[in-house]
Antibody, heavy 120, light 109 residues
Framework: EMQLVESGGGLVQPGGSLRLSCAAS????????MSWVRQPPGKGLEWVAL????????SYVDSVKGRFTISRDNANKSLYLQMNSLRAEDTAVYYC?????????????WGQGTTVTVSS | EIVLTQSPGTLSLSPGERATLSCRAS???????LAWYQQKPGQAPRLLIY???SRATGIPDRFSGSGSGTDFTLTISRLEPEDFAVYYC??????????FGQGTKLEIK
C-alpha cells in the first residue's frame, strides 16, 4: 500500500523554526516529484513547494520563498520542509503529496497531514 | 501567475441529481495541466481527474472532466451521498508551480 506519513508539526512562536518530515512507503520514492501543500484552518488548499526526483529543481510559493526549504533523502524515502522565520499566517495543516508521474498528472498520494500552529 | 476561479462557491443539490462545477483560469492552462480533487472534512484531498479529463485510479465513472484553455468543468452525473464534499481545481504552470482554486462546496439540499 502506498503511504505518506508526516511528522514534526507543533506549536511554535512567531519567528521560530520547525522541520517537517514525510516518510514514504509502498512506491519508488526516487521516481516521483514530491510536494508540500498546506491548508489554513477553515480555508482552502495552498501549494507550498515542489522538488524534482533528484532534488535538482525546487520551487516555492512566493509567500514562503527565502524562509522555507524543501529537501529529500531518496535513500531513506523521506521528504522534508525546513520552515524558518515562521509567521502567524503559516498556521495550517501541512500535507506531503506525491506527484503522479508528470507534473501535469496531479498529486495522487497524500499524507494525513501534520498541524503547525504559530502563536505566542 | 495563473489565478483559478471556481464557481459556484456553494452548490446545493439532492442525491441523484447532476452536478456541474466550473473552474476558470486567468490565462490559458498549458497542455491541459488541470486536475480536480475532492476533500471531505478531516481528510486529505483525493485526486479525481488529471490532464483535464482523465479519471484517476479507482474513481467512479460518474465523475468526468472537460474543458481546455481557460474554462474547465467537473461533472458528477448522478450524485451519491458520499459525493457531498469540497472540490478543488489545480493547475501546473511554469517554474514549475501549482495553483489551486478556492474550492466549491457541494452540499445536500
Amino acid at each position: 500500500e502506498m503511504q505518506l506519513v508526516e511528522s514534526g508539526g507543533g506549536l511554535v512562536q512567531p519567528g521560530g523554526s520547525l522541520r517537517l518530515s514525510c516518510a514514504a512507503s509502498g512506491f519508488t520514492f526516487s521516481s516521483h516529484w514530491m510536494s508540500w501543500v498546506r491548508q489554513p484552518p477553515g480555508k482552502g488548499l495552498e501549494w507550498v513547494a515542489l522538488i524534482k526526483q533528484d532534488g535538482s529543481e525546487k520551487s516555492y510559493v512566493d509567500s514562503v520563498k527565502g524562509r522555507f526549504t524543501i529537501s529529500r533523502d531518496n535513500a531513506n524515502k523521506s521528504l522534508y520542509l525546513q520552515m524558518n522565520s515562521l509567521r502567524a499566517e503559516d498556521t495550517a495543516v501541512y500535507y506531503c503529496a506525491r506527484v503522479r508521474g508528470s507534473l501535469a498528472y496531479g498529486m495522487d498520494v497524500w499524507g494525513q497531514g501534520t498541524t503547525v500552529t504559530v502563536s505566542s | 501567475e495563473i489565478v483559478l476561479t471556481q464557481s459556484p462557491g456553494t452548490l446545493s443539490l439532492s442525491p441523484g441529481e447532476r452536478a456541474t462545477l466550473s473552474c476558470r483560469a486567468s490565462q490559458s492552462v498549458s497542455s491541459n495541466y488541470l486536475a480536480w480533487y475532492q476533500q471531505k472534512p478531516g481528510q486529505a484531498p483525493r485526486l479525481l481527474i488529471y490532464g483535464a479529463s482523465s479519471r484517476a485510479t479507482g474513481i467512479p465513472d460518474r465523475f468526468s472532466g472537460s474543458g481546455s484553455g481557460t474554462d474547465f468543468t467537473l461533472t458528477i452525473s448522478r450524485l451519491e451521498p458520499e459525493d457531498f464534499a469540497v472540490y478543488y481545481c489545480q493547475q501546473c504552470g511554469g517554474s514549475p508551480r501549482y495553483t489551486f482554486g478556492q474550492g466549491t462546496k457541494l452540499e445536500i439540499k
